[in-house]
């Protein structure tokens, strides 16, 4: 692989209203080493911000209004903009903070402006740390969820690899925290009626997209001939393992 998108969801990075710092670290540590000794270029989208906000303000509740999530994500952006930045630059790697909205992936002058910007960024060799701009999405422009917009950056860069990173396996037949005999999809070629009806919203508490926003995802991955693989997060061997080839998860082949 080339050039590479890594999504990694609130459901990966918050334990107990916090951002895991040990999570960030790790996955930090494993870019770095595939950029020495494969030159993959990486661009990250995370989750985070607003939990982030919610820790540093001192409120736990669940339901916001996106008024006051808006303002989580901005007080929360930098924070954690500097948790990035710190471990990049442990491994002597430069990042940069790109925040997105709907209207920039839509508006075609704008789209080109983004990608370019982007290369750019990694002609300079730096990691684009990549989040919606919440604080002017306003819930009818929103992109709404990291699984899309993660999609629309790597076809836009055109990435040859996305790697989702959930709180699960990969894509089941039926979601698995309703159903025991659910089984793990390992390729699709094809996202059917049925998958997309199996597959349920956000399950965790502080997830949002839910296997339904992944399986979008991978529409535009498909449409733009990028491969994209659903992993688990909790252990980000996953993700060298994907990087060194290995075949687990869910694999969406264009
Ligand atoms: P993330 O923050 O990683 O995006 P989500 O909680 O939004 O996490 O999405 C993953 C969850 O989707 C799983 O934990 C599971 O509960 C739920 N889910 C619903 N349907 C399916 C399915 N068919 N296969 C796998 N997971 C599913």
Same mark, same amino acid.
């Given at each position: 692989?080339?050039?590479?998108?890594?999504?990694?969801?609130?459901?990966?990075?918050?334990?107990?209203?916090?951002?895991?710092?040990?999570?960030?670290?790790?996955?930090?540590?494993?870019?770095?080493?595939?950029?020495?000794?494969?030159?993959?270029?990486?661009?990250?989208?995370?989750?985070?911000?607003?939990?982030?906000?919610?820790?540093?303000?001192?409120?736990?509740?669940?339901?916001?209004?996106?008024?006051?999530?808006?303002?989580?994500?901005?007080?929360?952006?930098?924070?954690?903009?500097?948790?990035?930045?710190?471990?990049?630059?442990?491994?002597?790697?430069?990042?940069?903070?790109?925040?997105?909205?709907?209207?920039?992936?839509?508006?075609?002058?704008?789209?080109?402006?983004?990608?370019?910007?982007?290369?750019?960024?990694?002609?300079?060799?730096?990691?684009?740390?990549?989040?919606?701009?919440?604080?002017?999405?306003?819930?009818?422009?929103?992109?709404?969820?990291?699984?899309?917009?993660?999609?629309?950056?790597?076809?836009?860069? @055109? =990435?040859? $690899?996305?790697?989702?990173?959930? /709180? #699960?396996?990969?894509?089941?037949? !039926? &979601?698995?925290?309703?159903?025991? @005999? =659910?089984? $793990?999809?390992?390729?699709?070629? /094809? #996202?059917?009626?049925?998958?997309? !009806? &199996?597959?349920?919203?956000?399950?965790?508490?502080?997830?949002?997209?839910?296997?339904?926003?992944?399986?979008?995802?991978?529409?535009?991955?498909?449409?733009?001939?990028?491969?994209?693989?659903?992993?688990?997060?909790?252990?980000?061997?996953?993700?060298?393992?994907?990087?060194?080839?290995?075949?687990?998860?869910?694999?969406?082949?264009?």
């Amino acid at each position: 692989y080339k050039r590479v998108v890594i999504k990694i969801g609130s459901s990966n990075l918050v334990r107990d209203g916090k951002v895991d710092d040990e999570k960030i670290k790790n996955l930090i540590k494993i870019i770095s080493k595939f950029k020495k000794k494969d030159n993959i270029e990486f661009i990250i989208v995370s989750s985070g911000a607003v939990a982030v906000g919610k820790e540093k303000v001192g409120i736990s509740s669940l339901k916001l209004n996106i008024r006051q999530k808006q303002a989580m994500a901005a007080i929360g952006q930098p924070y954690l903009m500097r948790k990035y930045k710190e471990n990049l630059e442990n491994n002597n790697i430069l990042g940069a903070q790109v925040l997105l909205t709907s209207d920039d992936l839509h508006n075609r002058t704008r789209l080109i402006n983004a990608r370019d910007t982007l290369l750019e960024i990694l002609h300079y060799n730096a990691v684009p740390i990549i989040n919606e701009n919440d604080t002017v999405s306003t819930e009818e422009i929103k992109i709404g969820d990291n699984d899309n917009l993660s999609a629309r950056v790597a076809a836009i860069v @055109d =990435a040859e $690899l996305l790697i989702i990173l959930s /709180d #699960i396996d990969g894509l089941y037949n !039926k &979601n698995p925290k309703n159903h025991n @005999d =659910a089984v $793990l999809i390992k390729e699709v070629f /094809d #996202i059917t009626k049925d998958m997309k !009806k &199996n597959a349920g919203g956000a399950g965790s508490k502080v997830g949002t997209g839910g296997m339904i926003t992944k399986l979008e995802a991978a529409e535009v991955c498909m449409k733009f001939n990028v491969e994209m693989v659903i992993i688990n997060g909790n252990s980000l061997d996953n993700i060298v393992d994907i990087l060194n080839g290995k075949q687990i998860g869910t694999k969406f082949s264009p």
